[in-house]
T-cell receptor, first 114, second 115 residues
Framework: AQTVTQSQPEMSVQEAETVTLSCTYD???????LFWYKQPPSRQMILVIR??????QNATENRFSVNFQKAAKSFSLKISDSQLGDTAMYFC???????????FGKGTRLSVIA | DTGVSQDPRHKITKRGQNVTFRCDPI?????LYWYRQTLGQGPEFLTY????????KSRLLSDRFSAERPKGSFSTLEIQRTEQGDSAMYLC?????????????FGDGTRLSIL
């Protein structure tokens, strides 16, 4: 079974600074997909960014980018120019091919400080 | 696209009672997923559907839990004889089934509190 580990329960960053959230996973599959989801306090979980394992190029979405290291099974999220609205729980998630259920990590609580 | 809708937002009930939650997915999405999230944890998979067919159930889904999606649109999750350990946020998500890695869109969740 796949597992996802987020080793940083909490992190904080000053507004406008850059922060990196860590995620490692374990799988025997070769083709799979990785996601970062954001869950603001008392609000809906939303997709931040996704990465296909067969793509070597790291995904980017505006201020959000990933560092995907397939051999190391590592999938970190970098948030540049942090904004107060980035304050949220961030979950790393794994999905096998075929739109199967997501396997989530325990999350990292990020606080952006003014 | 009106998003995934879940009802109710909050449910407080006494131990031993039955509860039922509803999820309305995004209209053109044929995959529907149920997850449970306890405090300080990530969501854990419970079950999912493609149209009206239930494809998989997690070991977390005891015999007291049942889920349906009778017409391939909305889904219900029922918990019978609730226990303290059932207190959690129940999340519903939906996605397309076209392609290999469609993102799942989540609802606001139903927070269940067992007294």
């Amino acid at each position: 079974a796949q597992t996802v580990t987020q080793s940083q329960p909490e992190m904080s960053v000053q507004e406008a600074e850059t922060v990196t959230l860590s995620c490692t996973y374990d799988t025997s599959e070769n083709n799979y997909y990785l996601f970062w989801y954001k869950q603001p306090p008392s609000r809906q979980m939303i997709l931040v960014i996704r990465q296909e394992a067969y793509k070597q190029q790291n995904a980017t979405e505006n201020r959000f980018s990933v560092n995907f290291q397939k051999a190391a099974k590592s999938f970190s999220l970098k948030i540049s120019d942090s904004q107060l609205g980035d304050t949220a729980m961030y979950f790393c998630a794994f999905m096998n091919r075929g739109n199967t259920p997501l396997v989530f990590g325990k999350g990292t609580r990020l606080s952006v400080i003014a | 696209d009106t998003g995934v809708s879940q009802d109710p937002r909050h449910k407080i009930t006494k131990r031993g009672q039955n509860v039922t939650f509803r999820c309305d997915p995004i209209s053109e999405h044929n995959r529907l997923y149920w997850y449970r999230q306890t405090l300080g944890q990530g969501p854990e998979f419970l079950t999912y559907f493609q149209n009206e067919a239930q494809l998989e159930k997690s070991r977390l889904l005891s015999d007291r839990f049942s889920a349906e999606r009778p017409k391939g649109s909305f889904s219900t999750l029922e918990i019978q004889r609730t226990e303290q350990g059932d207190s959690a946020m129940y999340l519903c998500a939906s996605s397309h089934d076209q392609g290999d890695h469609q993102p799942q869109h989540f609802g606001d969740g139903t927070r269940l509190s067992i007294l």
